[in-house]
């Protein structure tokens, strides 16, 4: 075990492939238990992630904010992966067309039809929507 | 001989427009075959993560999930069959169509039901020609399958497996899928995808690592409820990609055949044009001299 200040290697993986690959200071994501921040050094730990935006604070200082909907973080020696089936990086949305997603989402949830699909669908765009607007409002 | 002659040259216009779109199909089928690995490749990552987050599960957790547990019996069992939408791919649907046939006979003879669930148009077609019945298809994506097309036949696979079998539920499913080998071999292979396997990860940590303590948030139950269906889908996803990217590099094998034997042909029939010309040629030049001595002859007299 590492116990020198080696950064954390992360890695945000979704189904079509790496999202995003570095060393970080610190990760900062939405468990089913509420926030978690992780630093390094962290305990061996696998969460679940509910539909949110993670943030990743890279070594370069830059920010790195990704759209989760669901998946989980997983934590061990000093590396953190953060899987989501259809995550995508904060400054690759659009959120226009987000949210445009999002109100089409929410109006089929509304028409009745409660389909575990449309409340994924409902849940990604949100994710999204809340992603895009949180890049958007620091930088 | 003039007719045989102007066949012989239409047969070989219409080999020669048929060899243009079986090259085209091959130069088509090699790049995309390249996108399609490139594809595989990238979900790699992926597959990996979850396989060592599920290892990790297993590792420090007692893994009992329904997905997970063998039933006592088995009684009835889904095959996922796994073909192309198109043909022009060689044997590729029918290796795969023949593989399944020979995993629903050994599930038979140990006394299984089996149930068939169907992707892509051939196996479809096969099933419908013979009045086979199909449980549930999917067409339209298989040389460009999305994770949302995995996600959706693996849902379907999972709610008919923790049915019971009362009900119309399965106590096993199987997949054939083509795994692609090389560029050259592509082999059909039949798994078990449900109920799953899962290994310890005894090997995914370094054996000179002590095994740290896993920290599961909210608890180990909750977590393993939430990566079982990941982990089906991820299965299913790849066995998607594999048998897109072996369906494409079987259709370019095949169309490369194809304009192999289309250009020998073509050579074949220019040979026989020509001779068939040469021919008519001589004849002319036979029945002019005979027609120019017989005229001689007669002016002689």
């Given at each position: 075990?590492?116990?020198?200040?080696?950064p954390?290697?992360?890695?945000?993986?979704?189904?079509?492939?790496?999202?995003?690959?570095?060393?970080?200071?610190s990760?900062v994501?939405?468990?089913?238990?509420?926030?978690?921040?992780?630093?390094?050094?962290?305990?061996?730990?696998?969460?679940?992630?509910?539909?949110?935006?993670?943030?990743?604070?890279?070594?370069?200082g830059?920010?790195?904010?990704?759209?989760?909907?669901?998946?989980?973080?997983?934590?061990a020696?000093?590396?953190?992966?953060?899987?989501?089936?259809?995550?995508?990086?904060?400054?690759?949305?659009?959120?226009?067309?987000?949210e445009?997603?999002?109100?089409?989402?929410?109006?089929?949830?509304?028409?009745?039809?409660?389909?575990?699909?449309?409340?994924?669908?409902?849940?990604?765009?949100?994710?999204?929507?809340?992603?895009?607007?949180?890049?958007?409002?620091?930088? | 001989?003039?007719?045989?002659?102007?066949?012989?040259?239409?047969?070989?216009k219409?080999?020669?427009?048929?060899?243009?779109?079986?090259k085209?199909?091959?130069?088509i089928?090699?790049?995309?075959?390249?996108?399609?690995?490139?594809?595989?490749?990238?979900?790699l990552?992926y597959?990996?993560?979850?396989?060592r987050?599920?290892?990790a599960?297993?590792?420090?957790?007692?893994v009992?999930?329904p997905?997970?547990?063998?039933?006592t019996?088995?009684?009835?069992?889904?095959?996922?069959?796994?073909t192309?939408?198109?043909?022009?791919?060689?044997?590729?649907?029918?290796?795969?169509?023949?593989?399944?046939?020979?995993m629903?006979t050994?599930?038979?003879?140990?006394?299984?039901?089996?149930?068939?669930?169907?992707?892509?148009?051939?196996?479809?077609?096969y099933?419908?020609?013979?009045?086979?019945?199909?449980?549930?298809?999917?067409?339209?994506?298989?040389?460009?399958?999305?994770?949302?097309?995995?996600?959706?036949?693996?849902?379907?696979?999972?709610?008919?497996?923790?049915?019971?079998?009362?009900?119309?539920?399965?106590?096993?499913i199987?997949?054939?899928?083509?795994?692609?080998?090389s560029?050259?071999?592509?082999?059909?292979?039949?798994?078990?995808?449900?109920?799953?396997?899962?290994i310890?990860?005894t090997?995914a940590?370094?054996?000179h690592?002590?095994?740290?303590?896993?920290?599961?948030?909210?608890?180990?139950?909750?977590?393993?409820?939430e990566?079982?269906p990941?982990?089906?889908?991820?299965?299913?996803?790849?066995?998607?990609?594999?048998?897109a990217?072996s369906?494409?590099?079987?259709?370019?094998?095949?169309?490369?055949?194809?304009?192999?034997?289309?250009?020998?042909?073509?050579?074949?029939?220019?040979?026989?044009?020509?001779?068939?010309r040469?021919?008519?040629?001589?004849?002319?030049?036979?029945?002019?001299?005979?027609g120019a001595?017989?005229?001689?002859?007669?002016?002689?007299?």
């Amino acid at each position: 075990m590492a116990f020198d200040s080696s950064p954390l290697h992360v890695e945000v993986v979704s189904a079509d492939g790496l999202i995003w690959q570095g060393d970080a200071l610190s990760v900062v994501a939405r468990t089913m238990e509420g926030d978690i921040g992780i630093m390094a050094n962290h305990e061996p730990l696998l969460a679940i992630l509910v539909p949110s935006a993670a943030e990743v604070l890279s070594t370069e200082g830059t920010r790195e904010v990704v759209a989760v909907d669901g998946g989980f973080l997983s934590v061990a020696d000093n590396r953190v992966s953060l899987l989501s089936s259809y995550a995508r990086l904060a400054h690759e949305i659009s959120l226009p067309e987000a949210e445009r997603e999002l109100a089409a989402a929410q109006k089929a949830l509304e028409g009745g039809d409660a389909s575990t699909e449309t409340m994924q669908h409902v849940h990604r765009a949100s994710a999204q929507v809340r992603a895009a607007k949180r890049a958007a409002e620091k930088h | 001989m003039a007719s045989s002659l102007r066949e012989l040259r239409q047969r070989r216009k219409s080999v020669s427009a048929t060899m243009k779109i079986t090259k085209a199909m091959e130069l088509i089928a090699a790049s995309k075959v390249i996108r399609a690995r490139q594809t595989a490749q990238r979900a790699l990552p992926y597959t990996r993560e979850l396989n060592r987050a599920v290892s990790a599960l297993a590792t420090h957790a007692s893994v009992d999930h329904p997905l997970t547990t063998p039933a006592t019996t088995v009684r009835r069992a889904a095959l996922l069959i796994i073909t192309s939408d198109r043909g022009m791919n060689g044997a590729y649907s029918s290796n795969a169509i023949k593989t399944a046939a020979r995993m629903r006979t050994r599930l038979e003879e140990q006394g299984v039901e089996v149930k068939r669930y169907a992707v892509g148009r051939k196996i479809i077609n096969y099933c419908n020609f013979r009045q086979l019945p199909l449980e549930r298809t999917w067409e339209g994506f298989s040389d460009a399958p999305t994770y949302a097309d995995a996600h959706e036949i693996a849902d379907a696979l999972i709610a008919d497996f923790l049915k019971p079998y009362e009900e119309g539920g399965v106590d096993e499913i199987h997949a054939v899928y083509t795994r692609m080998e090389s560029m050259l071999t592509q082999v059909p292979r039949a798994r078990r995808l449900l109920p799953l396997e899962v290994i310890a990860g005894t090997t995914a940590t370094g054996a000179h690592e002590v095994i740290p303590q896993y920290e599961f948030e909210p608890d180990p139950e909750t977590v393993l409820d939430e990566l079982m269906p990941l982990y089906v889908r991820s299965r299913v996803w790849f066995y998607l990609l594999q048998s897109a990217a072996s369906q494409l590099a079987s259709q370019q094998r095949a169309m490369k055949s194809a304009t192999d034997n289309a250009n020998q042909l073509i050579e074949t029939l220019t040979r026989e044009a020509n001779q068939a010309r040469q021919a008519e040629i001589t004849q002319e030049i036979t029945e002019i001299v005979g027609g120019a001595s017989a005229l001689a002859e007669a002016s002689a007299d």
